[in-house]
């Protein structure tokens, strides 16, 4: 089921394009990563999925609900951390959930229940200017997902927290998007995180979306491309057109399936020796800097 | 939602720790300010350290200069003043002989000194001491009346005398206007002291010759002039009822000046308020929690222009309560059956209210002033995001309108009645009165006003519906 729409998004202000023809649709048990450099356009989408911002152009929909017309329809079924997990700090962590919760129809048990999913029981009924970033992350996921939204959108979630909460975190979105069905966004700088439990990922430069795509989609393309390979000389510029020097005994080089033996041919023919060819597989980093290197020579 | 919202608001404000230590402090000036009345006022609500003159001081310097006169009459006069100051000692500056000594006793003495063999003066002295010190006012009174009389019947023959003298018949007019003071004195048995009776009469003689003498041409003239008879149906009030209404160390009187002696603190109070929900919000970047739960802006921004004004009220109610409790201990609570005395313009007339319903009115007067200040407060916050910008400039507004009126009238600025912070003053048309400043009506006010918060009202929603959160 179709989840969040967005088509033709555009945000604009003054003279300067923050975000330019933003579309995608995300149906129920995906895992989107939202990967970008800073002021890339990462947080000004997410912004106005939520209707934070206002939109200079195109549409969003949430179930079918449009985020400017029918915002409290759209936003009911929403949960989100936009920026860094902003809580009350003179409230306890307790409070600010009762608060979260007394927007919706959810009782005590259901408090104690997501506290008791983001491992802060502990802690909880300590004010939140105590708690550590990681805490506080906790916490503002257990408050965004309160209230069983489909739609849950978390902006840069894994900041501040430590390995094992990391993997704690993967599993409980793992979890809310396989058991519950919830459409997820995650936007990340840690990009080798997002590759182990996102379904798909969109690419942002200067507020364009330069890749949407599943992230199978995307190994397929590099697994195809990229193969590395040991050689006794790396100095082959009259041999090969294109190709990256590693190492001195390395290069990488792209190359379709097919012409890769005669590429092999063409340096055995040059005296050239080749110890071993290696199909490079590519992750989601490099996957990301080829995309940004590519938008640059754009 | 909208009070779900406020009760949100309400739990948020009462967990900072700003508000319980403004309110700290506005109960503290509360205790003060009714133990300094319970302090340094007497039962009959005179202030008991007001400035006394220095006796000691006048009679050494009067002995100083009586060892340089030689004139024998200039000596007399030095000593019989040295004696009548050492006299006046002996009495309390409250009383009447305190302050009437000099003009029932000076001839009397004077003539004891000068006369220091003839034993008929000695005796006229002593007489007239007797029944001083014994407190026979009446006396004195009576002496003053027989005097005064005597005086309009030889001024009498002397208009009979000559043609039309306007100076005699004014001279008359003012010795008929004192005789009639000097009967209603004896027939009350009001003393020259400084009890309230003799205040009341006095305050109301002088406002009944103001007003004989007062012109009506120019509005501000017209201003005085009503003033003047509220100051007269007032003190014509107490002087019938004979009770101390404007009495200030009373319960009564602490709870009727509340909207007044505290305003400082309620606007304090509501601009930390109103501020402390706005830009604290964009501050600390907790707006983004709020702004993405299933609500919509205008009822969040509503919800948090009530919580301030429920805060408000509550401070009020708060003062209300301990300055009752404060009153109750300190002064007793009989005062609430007296009620207070209030002038009505309009009616021309003294009204009694109890002191709830006194307050209340005053309370509902100085509503639009808050109601405008709150709406100021969030709607700087909004667009600036900055609690200094939002609280400072409707702070200043508020402390500087008096100052901005007085300039207004005394330098016939009457552009400025369209002035917000000259609109919102509805407590200056409170019981019919009317505003300092020429063109500044009720019905004005309440157009003008109306236009504003509409307009003010209008701006802060559709700024906060259309404002973006900025990216940290």
């Not at chain 2, 400035?51 to 006048?58: G, H, L, S, Y």
């Not at chain 2, 009126?405 to 552009?415: E, G, I, N, P």
Request: hydrophobic share 45%.
């Amino acid at each position: 089921m179709l989840v969040l729409e967005c088509r033709n998004v555009f945000k604009k202000i003054g003279h300067h394009v923050i975000v330019s023809d933003l579309s995608f649709s995300l149906n129920e048990g995906d895992i989107l990563g939202f990967i970008g450099p800073n002021g890339a356009g990462k947080t000004t989408s997410i912004k106005m999925m939520v209707g934070l911002q206002s939109l200079s152009g195109g549409s969003i929909k949430i179930f079918g609900y449009d985020i400017r017309k029918d915002f409290t329809k759209a936003i009911r079924q929403v949960g989100a951390i936009v920026e860094n997990p902003d809580m009350y700090m003179y409230l306890t962590g307790y409070e600010n959930l009762k608060i979260a919760a007394s927007f919706y129809q959810i009782d005590a048990s259901r408090i104690d229940e997501v506290v008791r999913m983001v491992g802060l029981e502990g802690r909880i009924h300590e004010k939140v200017k105590n708690y550590s970033l990681g805490m506080r992350q906790r916490l503002g996921i257990a408050a965004s997902i309160l209230h069983h939204p489909k739609l849950l959108i978390l902006d840069e979630p894994l900041n501040g927290l430590d390995p094992e909460g990391i993997r704690e975190l993967k599993d409980i979105l793992l979890r809310l998007a396989h058991e519950d069905k919830m459409a997820i966004i995650v936007s990340s700088h840690i990009l080798s995180e997002l590759e182990s439990f996102c379904n798909r990922v969109c690419i942002f430069s200067r507020g364009h979306v330069l890749k949407n795509a599943t992230i199978e989609e995307i190994k397929k393309i590099t697994e195809k491309e990229v193969y590395q390979l040991e050689v006794s000389s790396t100095k082959l510029d009259s041999i090969l057109s294109s190709y990256l020097v590693i190492d001195e005994a390395h290069i990488e080089l792209s190359s379709t399936k097919e012409n890769i033996v005669n590429i092999l041919k063409a340096l055995l023919l040059n005296d050239v020796l080749v110890y071993e060819v290696k199909k490079k597989v590519l992750g989601l980093e490099d996957v990301f800097l080829k995309v940004m290197e590519a938008s640059h020579d754009f | 939602m909208i009070f779900r919202l406020m009760k949100i608001e309400v739990k948020k404000v009462f967990k900072r720790k700003s508000i319980y230590v403004i309110w700290g402090l506005m109960l503290l000036f509360c205790f003060v300010n009714s133990f300094l009345y319970f302090r340094d006022y007497d039962d009959e609500g005179r202030y008991l350290y007001s400035k006394e003159e220095d006796i000691n001081e006048e009679i050494k310097a009067l002995e100083e200069e009586k060892e340089k006169v030689q004139n024998t009459n200039a000596t007399t006069i030095i000593k019989t003043k040295i004696e009548l100051l050492k006299l006046k000692k002996k009495f309390s500056k409250d009383s009447w002989q305190y302050a009437k000594i000099n003009d029932y006793l000076y001839d009397a003495v004077y003539e004891k000194n000068i006369r220091s063999e003839d034993n008929a003066a000695l005796e006229r002295y002593q007489k007239l001491l007797v029944k001083f010190k014994n407190n026979d006012y009446l006396y004195f009174l009576k002496q003053d009346r027989d005097n005064i009389t005597n005086q309009i019947k030889e001024i009498k023959k002397e208009i009979l005398a000559s043609d039309e003298d306007l100076f005699l018949e004014r001279e008359l007019k003012q010795k008929e206007e004192t005789l009639k003071v000097l009967n209603f004195r004896i027939k009350n048995h009001i003393r020259e002291d400084t009890g309230y009776l003799n205040q009341a009469l006095v305050c109301y003689v002088q406002a009944r010759e103001e007003m004989q003498e007062g012109k009506k041409n120019t509005y501000q003239e017209r201003i005085h002039y009503q003033e003047l008879k509220k100051e007269k149906k007032i003190n014509e009030f107490i002087l019938k009822s004979r009770v101390n209404y404007q009495k200030e160390n009373t319960v009564n009187a602490l709870i009727f000046g509340i909207m007044n002696d505290y305003e400082f603190f309620f606007v304090v109070i509501l601009l930390m308020v109103s501020a402390m929900m706005i830009c604290d919000e964009y501050q600390t970047g907790t707006f983004k929690f709020l702004l993405i739960k299933p609500v919509s802006r205008f009822i969040i921004i509503l919800s948090k222009y009530f919580t301030s004004l429920l805060i408000l009220g509550f401070s009020v109610l708060l003062v209300f309560c301990f300055q009752f409790i404060l009153g109750g201990i300190f002064f007793g609570l009989d005062s609430l059956n007296l009620g207070v005395i209030v002038y009505d313009y309009g009616l021309d007339k003294v009204l009694v209210l109890h002191v709830f319903l006194a307050f209340f009115y005053s309370f509902l007067a100085k509503l639009p002033f808050y109601l405008m200040i709150g709406l100021i407060c969030l709607l700087l916050g909004v667009l600036t995001t900055s609690t200094v910008t939002s609280m400072m400039i409707p702070l200043m507004l508020a402390i500087f309108s008096p100052f901005m009126l007085d300039v207004a009238v005394s330098h016939q600025l009457y552009w400025m009645k369209y002035l917000p912070n000259f609109t919102w003053r509805f407590s200056d048309y409170l019981f019919a009165s009317s505003s300092k400043l020429e063109g500044l009506g009720f019905q004005f006010s309440c157009i003008w006003y109306s236009i504003y918060f509409v307009i003010l009202f209008f701006f802060l929603v559709k700024l906060f519906q259309r404002r973006d959160i900025q990216n940290v």
